[in-house]
């Protein structure tokens, strides 16, 4: 037995529930070869200094907008919502560079791991230079994010974006969003290009077409058929119904509502990620349940943005998976999007422990699990949690935390993470394919990390708001 490659904790959160004195063992590509609970630590081996958790997948992450965070959180019209959010969020876009994307990424990831991520899905929409012409290399932005992942030491899915239009029934796109633009055959050539540079470093490729109102209907099925032909494996995420105006615009383009429309003209599986999705009938939830898609869900910048509440309820009761993105990145903590999920749900419904599960009374652990699960499917990653031939990607919270000492059980521990510790977060080690990248509750280029991120916000601040 290999000391490096083994783990023993006393409270481990394994996919069934929680299990007792579980040795943790992995191969030396960071592949978990054996979850065995019940046995004795072996000497030598190192033990856990508390509960251990599956690392949590972020489903849904545009990096650069983390760099904007506290900017927009101001009144600059009679009535503010998620467009005039976007006109200042794309002003960002504009102006960052190559060098400014990957030290905001890196700084985020870095974020992230201590954070409780452990691997990322990023839905990169800005390609090419700020005069919107292509970069002499096509990856170049792609490269960056790439760069900024193996770096800070996170799992990755690269999912460029296509878009094309400004809003259904092929609108023109807008001057502000030419960093975004290329047709269909530029981005099956991107896909080529990527599919060695993912792989080479151990991350997944996917696309996500951006939204029904940013992709007409003929590119929509020809990318996904393109994507296809290379990977028939690979992810889909798309934004859908995050926005009752996008509703209302899909129906007077279409006479339906966004996900019926996407359910009836598209082949929609368990390959897809439908982000957001905020917006939906009973029977449009029932039927993109049975679909097998996952529903990306991103509840605190949801909040942020006005969206409205997802019925997680009825996802739920028709079966639905689900996962967690950090989006915006208003918040970056892994534990908050768990509280935030719930907490809406209960001011929906007017009750308390709403999301707890028919296996999990513990609100925490219930939606720990289902939130590992859909995440790794949405990822494309085998990520799914404590299981053998899953990534040995893992969370190690501090028994000896102020909020956690002292509490009977792995679930109130696990419930006071989530619910109570927030502002003293109570990780003590992130572990990502078997390498420990947080030890102490801190990642060892957070100095370095947090120094080029602030240099890159701050040139971009006074690029993007010197008006404000």
Known sequence: MNPSSTLFARDALLPDGWARDVLL??????????????????ANVAEAVGP????????????????????????????????????????????????????????????????GYTSV?????????????????????SQCLLRAAARAGIGFTLLPVLYQTSGFGGTAPREDQRRFIRSTASMLRLLERLRPLCEAQGARLGLAPHSLRAV???????????????????????????????????????????????????????????????????AESERAARSGAVAGLCPTTEANLGDG????GAWRAAGGRWGLG????????????????????????????????????????????????????????????????????????DAEHP???????????LSAHVF???RQSAIAAVWVAGRPVVAGGRHPLRAEAGRAFAAARSALARSGFDSH
């Open 420 to 422: 109570a510790s927030h």
């Open 326 to 397: 950090s989006d915006s990145h208003a918040t970056v903590n892994a534990a908050e999007e768990l509280l935030m999920l719930e907490y809406g749900q209960r001011l929906r419904s007017h009750q308390r422990n709403v999301l707890a599960g028919d296996q999990h009374r513990f609100v925490a652990t219930a939606l720990t699990l289902e939130a590992v699960a859909g995440g790794a499917q949405a990822a494309g990653r085998p990520v799914a949690g404590l299981a053998a031939g899953q990534q040995a990607d893992f969370v190690v919270l």
């Open 25 to 42: 063992q992995w191969d030396d590509r960071g592949r978990l070869r054996s979850v065995q609970p019940g046995g004795q630590r072996p």
């Open 216 to 282: 007409p209907p003929a590119s929509l099925a020809d990318s996904i058929a393109g994507l296809t032909a290379l990977d028939a494996t690979a992810p889909i995420h798309i934004h859908l119904a995050e926005q009752t105006a996008e509703v209302d615009a899909c129906l007077a383009w279409s006479g339906q509502r966004p996900v019926q429309w996407l359910l009836e003209h598209a082949p929609v599986d368990q390959r897809w990620c439908l982000v957001h999705a905020t917006h939906m009938t009973p």
């Open 121 to 141: 899905c990023e839905f990169h929409y800005v390609h090419h230079d700020v005069d919107g012409r292509p970069y002499a290399d096509d990856t170049e932005l």
């Open 309 to 312: 509440l997802f019925d997680a």
């Open 52 to 115: 251990v958790l599956p690392g949590m997948p972020n489903l849904h992450s545009h990096a650069f907008q983390r760099a904007f965070g506290g900017l927009t959180e101001y009144r600059g019209q009679a009535q503010d919502s998620f467009w005039s959010w976007r006109s200042l969020m794309y002003r960002f876009a504009a102006a960052i560079t190559p060098q400014q994307l990957e030290a905001v990424a890196g700084g985020l990831y870095v974020e992230m791991l201590e954070a």
């Open 403 to 413: 909020l956690l000492q002292g509490l009977p059980s792995p679930d109130t521990m």
